[in-house]
């Protein structure tokens, strides 16, 4: 079998990212190693494993409550890009498993960057491929504004010390230009242990919902509307809502299983839009960043990202000059429970793109994210299996998929 290896790229991800599997664990952040070592959270399976495969799913924290965060199973097509708890068709027993393939930055095989989740679905008639690439929060994460997590003014400088999310500020009116915002965060409570109280409801934080509904977006122009991008910093938490929009993407490569490259295209992250109920939305391949480099625009069946799902699905656009407030270890924030703090891009994509060889594996080529939390914004990576279950340390780590299999 003839392999041509994709091009090499380059991803935009953070160094020196800790484990939270077997061996000695490498933390960023070591002034506050209880923070990192929750760092990666294991999803153990519901149903009892063998000791032949690995049988947890390695999640980033800051997920967030909702469905659309959680590690991805099988049977959801494209109609749920666009809810906040998308429910799964009734998958063919033929469906294959979720496979997972891990990123580690080229010149440190223990410095986990990013993940990418992938299935090929057999649902009736109908096949696609899902995939969902998510980065580690520890380089990039949807946090901005004064609520800003680990975004400090030093470029590589320690956050703070982890403590519960504090109060929301009290109501105030939108800034004027070159005005910080009113109004500063109250202290956090004495007993740092009690769950993180709900913020008052604000412009910024609304209400949690009491009928078990998502909060409304806001209407137009009035308290909490999205504001036209330029509006939302900066922060003295050095990262602001303006830097998610308009400039952030990424770059996929798609191979079939013989690894040569099918498809490739970049997803646009966070655009304005004049259709979305919060005034902005991922635009896919097909406005602001994204693009289609190889292949037919047709075969991407649908697409988002995990802001377009905060602001929209999740009926969170209110959150247009300060996130949902949280603490290190991106504790939900009560009355905004469902946001996800890490920045993941989303897509479905007709099998027909791999034509009669069958879908391989996706790959990495390039991520833009502008500013990072590390000064610089490039790194180059490498796939390798995903660290093993610390649950099971017997159990054998998932194999990359034979499409990468000579790329490392």
């Known amino acids: 079998m003839r ?15 800790p484990l939270a599997c077997g061996g000695a664990e490498r933390h ?33 924290p800051g997920r967030g409550t909702s469905g659309a965060a959680q590690p991805l199973g ?8 666009t809810a906040c ?10 469906a294959a498993p979720v496979q997972h393939v891990c990123f580690y930055a080229a010149d440190d095989p223990n410095a986990l960057a990013a993940t990418i989740e992938q299935v090929l679905e057999v649902v009736g008639t109908e096949q696609w491929i899902h995939v969902r690439l998510t980065l580690s929060p520890d380089f990039v994460d949807n946090s901005y504004g004064q609520t800003a997590i680990g975004w400090g003014n030093a470029a590589n400088g320690p956050p703070p010390k982890a403590e519960p999310p504090r109060e929301q500020p009290a109501p105030h ?20 242990a009690a769950p993180p109280p709900a913020p008052a409801a604000s412009p910024t ?31 003295a938490g050095g990262h602001s809502f303006r830097d998610l929009v308009g ?12 690894g040569q490259i099918a498809m490739e295209f970049a997803l646009d992250y966070l655009s304005a839009s004049a259709t979305a109920a919060s005034g902005y939305a991922s635009l896919g391949v097909s406005g602001g960043e994204g693009r289609i480099s190889v292949g037919d625009p047709e075969w991407i069946l649908a697409s988002t990202s995990s802001m377009d799902r905060n602001l929209n699905a999740c009926g969170l656009g209110s959150f247009v000059t300060d996130s949902p407030e949280t603490d290190q270890s991106y504790t939900p924030n009560r009355a905004a429970s469902d946001w996800d703090y890490r920045v993941a891009y989303e897509a479905w994509i007709s099998t027909e793109a791999f034509a009669g060889a069958g879908f391989g594996s996706a790959l990495i080529e390039l ?7 590390h000064g610089g914004n490039s790194v180059n990576v490498l796939p390798a299996p995903c660290p093993p279950d610390p649950a099971n340390p017997a159990a054998a780590p998932e194999p990359l998929p034979a499409a990468l299999s000579t790329i490392r």
Do not use: C, M, W, Y
């Not at 392999?3 to 990212?17: D, Q, T, V």
């Not at 009116?173 to 740092?192: M, Y």
């Not at 137009?220 to 900066?234: E, I, Y």
């Open 3 to 17: 392999f041509k290896l994709p091009r090499a790229r380059s991803l935009l991800l953070g160094l020196g990212l």
């Open 28 to 60: 960023l952040f070591s002034d506050d190693p209880a923070a990192a070592g929750d760092f990666l959270q294991g999803e153990t399976a519901s149903e009892p494993t063998t000791l032949t495969a690995a049988s947890a799913v390695l999640t980033f």
């Open 74 to 81: 099988v049977g959801l097509g494209p109609e749920t890009s």
């Open 85 to 94: 708890d998308p429910t799964p068709a009734a998958a063919a027993p033929a």
């Open 173 to 192: 009116s939108p800034p004027r230009p070159h005005e910080e915002p009113a109004g500063a965060p109250q202290p956090a409570p004495a007993d740092s």
């Open 205 to 235: 934080a609304p209400s949690a919902p009491t009928d078990g509904a998502r909060p409304p977006a806001p209407a137009a122009g009035g308290p909490g509307a999205a504001r036209p991008p330029g509006n939302g910093g900066p922060s």
């Open 247 to 258: 400039s952030d993407h990424a770059e996929i490569q798609l191979l079939d299983a013989d």
């Open 367 to 373: 991520v833009h994210a502008s500013p990072s939390k």
